[in-house]
């Protein structure tokens, strides 16, 4: 099997380095989000940081991440991007390191410098390899996204347990060593595609030979290619070609960058006025807070793989305009609802808007990037951040001038024109509408053994080239994977259950209509766990019934007609 450039390609070692790196964003991702929470309390209450200083920090990070991403791009495209994420992460782990022996400003600016470098380098890289087998199978960034979704959740629940037993400095060391382990995984991940050739979308396309025209699915972006027969052009030579700049490349996104900084604008702007609001107006603390956001987390990071199958039958656009509804149906129910409880129902709209959108756009960024995605995911994530500090300024100034339900119908009005914004910016770039569909597995590979009947090969061959939907789990699949999450739960219940944390226990020997109203345990963090079990309860409750009609359904099409 080969690439569109003559390259062999093996299926199999692509997969296992996707799966090393997906790993590697899990155990990195979850640190990074805890530390991003943990760090404005951590300024204050650690090392006597004024609220001055502490916005000086942040802004520390964000400006050298936000400036670092093009260059992150340009390395991923020439550089090996094992090498490059697996930096990354080391320079994650230095932060985290340095936040936990940090004693002044000066040494925490310092660690945040090295965090914000990191951060570009690992996530326009991580980016970049999981692109590579995008072509191939549509699925590889909402694969990314529910790995780092996972990550995320994953990290809150222990750090904030362990928090009041080891201190700040003690979850520090552990994201610090979470973020080594997966500089090692990349390290020793399979080696992908030279630079000089590395196929920004995972199909290898170059442009035919001297012809300088756009390579096939690169959105119109020139891919040089060597004249037939020549040697292919060094890294240096294509990162000076002609049209292969950042700038270049920024220009030819332009339209989904666009789209990109008005959606992180307002979802920045929505979730600091919401965390803003639980603070001052409900009075929760950093881990009654986390709790709030938890459920959202744990729909985004289950819900990204089963919205891409509604992409692949749908179109992207249509998926993109349902999100953004979604997103504003959140913030204006925000503007209706005051207990935490039903905002913390309401952020897995948020959640799952997010995980419809976010990984759309990243394949699109792919795709019309070409055989440049380093370049493509740098200016792709600048624009992200870009709007994220956008959304900072402007929930600050709004929350201070303006009335809460202002706040939310504004930010609700700009998450609803996303439904147009979006869309239109997909139709300017020209890539497809319906993601490429997945080759099959490679089961027609034996197809050439049986030697006896040559003449039906070409029969057999062409059709498993081309495309088909993506198939939906069978009943044995889906019965499994429930089954795995039902174990985790019923694990995680009997824990629980020894501790006297658990609020099914309480369902049965205490008052039955005082527990669903409410139920609780006294001290903070008792309070948190045994709130977070009752949401855990009800989310695998919807699980099951989402999984026992997706398992009818499936039973119902597999079985054979009269």
């Not at 640190?31 to 920090?57: K, Q, V």
């Not at 549509?138 to 996204?145: G, I, Y």
């Not at 952020?347 to 990984?359: E, F, N, R, Y």
């Amino acid at each position: 099997m080969t690439t569109d450039t003559g390259q062999p390609t093996d299926s199999g070692r692509g997969r296992r380095r996707e799966r090393a790196t997906l790993l590697a964003a899990t155990l990195t991702n979850g640190p990074n989000e805890l530390l991003d929470f943990l760090l404005p309390l951590w300024a204050g209450a650690a090392i006597g940081l004024s609220a001055t200083e502490t916005g000086i920090l942040l802004a520390v990070e964000l400006a050298l991440s936000l400036l670092a991403r093009p260059l992150a791009g340009v390395l991923a495209d020439t550089r090996d991007r094992r090498r490059v994420a697996a930096a990354g992460a080391a320079l994650y782990a230095a932060s985290a390191a340095g936040y936990a022996v940090a004693t002044g400003p000066l040494s925490a600016c310092l660690a945040a410098a090295l965090g914000g470098i990191g951060g570009a380098l690992l996530w326009v890289t991580i980016s970049a390899i999981v692109s590579e087998r995008l072509a191939e199978d549509s699925a590889v960034f909402p694969r990314l996204f529910a790995a780092q979704e996972t990550g995320s959740w994953a990290a809150f629940v222990p750090g904030l347990a362990l928090l009041p037993g080891i201190d700040y400095a003690g979850v520090f060391l552990l994201c610090s060593a979470a973020c080594l382990v997966a500089a090692v995984l990349l390290l020793r991940a399979p080696a992908g595609p030279p630079p000089a050739a590395a196929p920004g979308t995972g199909t290898g396309a170059a442009a035919p030979a001297g012809d300088g025209a756009p390579a096939p699915g690169t959105g119109g972006v020139l891919a040089p290619a060597p004249a037939s027969g020549g040697p292919v052009p060094d890294a240096a030579a294509r990162g000076n070609a002609p049209g292969t700049g950042i700038a270049a490349i920024g220009r030819r996104l332009r339209p989904m960058l666009l789209a990109v900084a008005l959606t992180m604008t307002a979802e920045a702007t929505l979730s600091l006025l919401l965390l803003l609001h639980l603070q001052r107006e409900h009075d929760l603390d950093a881990l009654n807070i986390a709790l709030v956001f938890l459920p959202g987390a744990i729909a985004m990071s289950l819900a990204a793989e089963p919205l891409h199958r509604y992409a692949v039958r749908f179109g992207r656009s249509r998926v993109l305009a349902a999100a953004a509804l979604s997103g504003a149906a959140f913030a204006t129910g925000l503007a209706l609802v005051p207990h935490p409880y039903a905002i913390a129902a309401l952020w897995i709209l948020s959640g799952l808007s997010w995980a419809a959108v976010m990984p759309i756009q990243q394949a699109v960024i792919a795709e019309a990037s070409g055989p440049h995605t380093g370049r493509g995911m740098g200016v792709y994530e600048s624009a992200g951040l870009f709007g994220a500090l956008v959304g900072a300024l402007a929930a600050g100034w709004l929350y201070d001038r303006a009335d809460w339900t202002v706040c939310c119908l504004l930010a609700a009005a700009v998450l609803a024109s996303g439904a147009v914004i979006s869309p239109a910016a997909l139709r300017r770039l020209g890539v497809s509408d319906l993601p490429p569909a997945p080759s099959p597995a490679p089961a027609p590979e034996p197809a050439p053994t049986p030697q006896p009947e040559p003449a039906p090969q070409p029969d057999t061959a062409t059709p498993t080239r081309e495309p088909e939907p993506e198939p939906e789990p069978g009943p044995r699949a889906l019965a499994r994977a429930l089954a795995q999450r039902v174990a985790l739960f019923a694990l995680a219940q009997l824990a629980l259950l020894a501790a006297d944390l658990s609020w099914i226990q309480d369902l049965f020997t205490e008052d039955l209509l005082a527990t669903l109203n409410g139920g609780h345990r006294d001290g903070d963090l008792a309070r948190w766990i045994y709130g977070a079990g009752k949401i855990w309860t009800y989310l695998v409750l919807a699980d099951l019934l989402w999984t026992g009609w997706k398992l009818l359904h499936a039973r119902a099409r597999d079985r054979p007609g009269p």
